[in-house]
């Protein structure tokens, strides 16, 4: 479904908004969206006093 962008074109002419047609692409495809889960860094606090001096901390 909606395998070229004339087919996209007829949706778009008869009302259907692009988010409307992508969600029908992804749902008719039978694709699974995954996300990646956000990756959080730990920082030692220590290390951020070794930063040189910036105008904007002065």
Known sequence: MLETS???IK???A????????TLYIEC???RIERNPNIV????L???SELPPHKSYT
């Not at 009302?15 to 992508?22: A, K, Q």
């Not at 860094?41 to 030692?44: A, H």
């Open 15 to 22: 009302g259907f908004t692009g988010n409307m047609i992508e």
């Open 29 to 31: 495809n039978a694709f």
């Open 41 to 44: 860094e730990l920082v030692e």
């Open 6 to 8: 004339k087919d996209r």
């Open 46 to 48: 220590d290390s951020l």
């Open 11 to 13: 949706l778009l002419k």
